[in-house]
T-cell receptor, first 115, second 116 residues
């Protein structure tokens, strides 16, 4: 069974440029998460989807960040415009049912560097 | 505020010895706790978990202990192996009900190095 797929793995951009990250969760997993991981810190939740509905986006900086999961499968996270402080690893995770204590499976992440 | 804390940024252990990683939490609503392991350039992978109704859970070389009164949990690895060298994150999630159910709050991580 394929794991959580993320692309690109690495991205380097100039500040003020837009950037997008893509995630394809494990087949059959209804719940999808986007996390931000700064250097030396643990992952922090940005947004959680149950199918195509964003059920928790309280930590998403909505002035510059947006996300979508139109068909309830793969998802895109966008930053526009990027700032220097956005340099971090962006992790995607999925689980069968987010309303129970199911293990979250993580993708390898996208490492973003903003110059 | 840091609701889940791992106060030791790093730990170095000799192969065959016990590794003990510690984690403290402040939110009394947390009632399910997990440990994740992360290798460089990979995402975190689930290792072991424990519910607040238990004080110990064991899986092979890995045992997690929970002390609810102290709001403290620990991960014991016995015996430690060089392949265990990784970053270990503890995470916690609240009780059922509400939008926070299933939401993981992570600690900062502890880098474990096991020397041959």
């Amino acid at each position: 069974e394929a794991g959580v797929v993320q692309s690109p793995r690495y991205k380097i951009i100039e500040k003020k440029q837009p950037v997008a990250f893509w995630c394809n969760p494990i087949s059959g997993h209804n719940t999808l998460y986007w996390y931000l991981q700064n250097l030396g810190q643990g992952p922090e939740l940005l947004i959680r989807y149950e199918n195509e509905e964003a059920v928790d986006d309280s930590q998403l900086p909505k002035d510059r960040f947006s996300a979508e999961r139109l068909k309830g499968v793969d998802s895109t996270l966008k930053i526009q415009p990027a700032e220097l402080g956005d340099s971090a690893v962006y992790l995607c995770a999925s689980t069968k049912d987010g309303s129970s204590y199911n293990e979250q499976f993580f993708g390898p992440g996208t490492r973003l560097t903003v110059l | 505020d840091q609701q889940v804390k791992q106060n030791s940024p790093s730990l170095s252990v000799q192969e065959g010895r016990i590794s003990i990683l510690n984690c403290d939490y402040t939110n009394s609503m947390f009632d399910y706790f997990l440990w994740y392991k992360k290798y460089p350039a990979e995402g975190p992978t689930f290792l072991i978990s424990i519910s607040s109704i238990k004080d110990k859970n064991e899986d092979g070389r890995f045992t997690v202990f929970l002390n609810k009164s102290a709001k403290h949990l620990s991960l014991h690895i016995v015996p430690s192996q060089p392949g265990d060298s990784a970053v270990y994150f503890c995470a916690a999630t609240p009780r059922a009900g509400g939008t926070s159910y299933g939401k993981l709050t992570f600690g900062q991580g502890t880098i474990l190095t096991v020397h041959p």
